[in-house]
């Protein structure tokens, strides 16, 4: 019964491939290529190809991979592309990931279909703000970087901040519990300021495992974020990473490299699974942005 069961599905899989022409292996080019041009190329270049290549190929991916083709899409704001998101999420949002959207246009777009309270206490929080505290500092160090004192005060500012931003989480959660908090998370928001607070908690090691111990529970948490949070865990406990998304400066090449990968083989295939790019596309683009 089991194996009939499994050439069922394969049989669903292959039939489904061969009546857009596509290989399962070509679904993961088509995304790579889309994954390189948003990293390297500008806008139009992007969403052209995603409308070219990707839309046709829309029903073939999984929730989170259909995000990330409308926020592709979306990307040069033409006006034709976002009426063509709408009504691709119109009709598919509930296979959609809505906070893999990231944009917070296309989350509007997406609440207008499904049901979010935006009346209850938590829904009132300003997450953006929080998040903007988190980000605050650290956009100084590179200001500061050839000047010790003011990288030293810039330093201590944020772990001040960052003890605030934990502090009232933790609060909240006692409070509402973590379920709760990302249950009413309308705009995707909440989600992503406790990422980056959890990812920033380097001063209570603790706080962060608590966040990762319910995230690699949930299944409709961002995969992307889930990742660094599992590879900073990892790294923190002086362990090889994962997914090599936590990076160290070469003093010899003078470039971003990532910090040591516990296994390579594979690599890229299993940073697709989470949504990330290649890993030399990746540290292309950080080394050309850095």
């Known amino acids: 019964m089991k194996k009939n069961l499994i050439c069922f599905i394969l049989f669903l899989c292959l039939t489904s491939c061969i009546k857009t022409g596509m290989k399962p292996s070509n679904l993961v080019s088509a995304m790579h290529k889309a994954d390189s041009l948003n990293l390297l190329s500008d806008s139009a270049s992007i969403s052209d190809y995603t409308h070219k290549s990707l839309i046709p190929l829309f029903h073939l991916?999984?929730?989170?991979?259909?995000a990330?083709?409308?926020k592709y899409l979306t990307k040069s704001k033409e006006k034709n592309k976002l009426l063509l998101a709408e009504e691709l999420i119109k009709k598919n949002?509930?296979?959609i990931n809505k906070c893999d959207l990231i944009r917070s246009e296309l989350i509007q777009l997406y609440n207008r279909y499904s049901k979010c309270s935006t009346t209850s206490e938590?829904?009132?929080?300003?997450?953006n703000k929080i998040y903007e505290d988190d980000q605050m500092y650290r956009r100084l160090f590179n200001k500061y970087s050839n000047d010790p004192k003011k990288l030293d005060s810039v330093g201590r500012l944020t772990i001040e901040q960052d003890?605030?931003?934990?502090e009232f989480v933790k609060s909240l959660i006692n409070k509402y519990t973590l379920d709760q908090i990302l249950e009413q998370d309308c705009d995707c928001s909440a989600s992503?300021?406790?990422?980056?607070?959890?990812q920033h908690s380097d001063m209570e090691i603790s706080f962060r495992k608590e966040i990762l111990a319910y995230v690699l529970k949930a299944k409709s948490y961002s995969l992307n974020n889930k990742a660094y949070l599992i590879d900073r865990d990892l790294v923190s406990d002086k362990k090889k990473q994962k997914f090599g998304t936590q990076l160290k400066f070469d003093l010899n090449t003078k470039k971003l490299g990532s910090s040591p990968i516990a296994e390579i083989k594979n690599l890229d295939s299993l940073r697709y699974e989470y949504n990330?790019?290649?890993?030399?596309i990746y540290l292309k683009y950080v080394n050309k942005v850095k």
């Open 276 to 280: 990330l790019p290649k890993l030399s």
């Open 122 to 127: 938590l829904s009132q929080i300003d997450w």
């Open 68 to 70: 990330i083709i409308l």
């Open 192 to 198: 992503k300021t406790i990422f980056y607070i959890a």
């Open 163 to 166: 003890s605030i931003n934990r």
């Open 93 to 95: 949002y509930a296979k």
């Open 61 to 66: 991916y999984n929730s989170s991979k259909k």
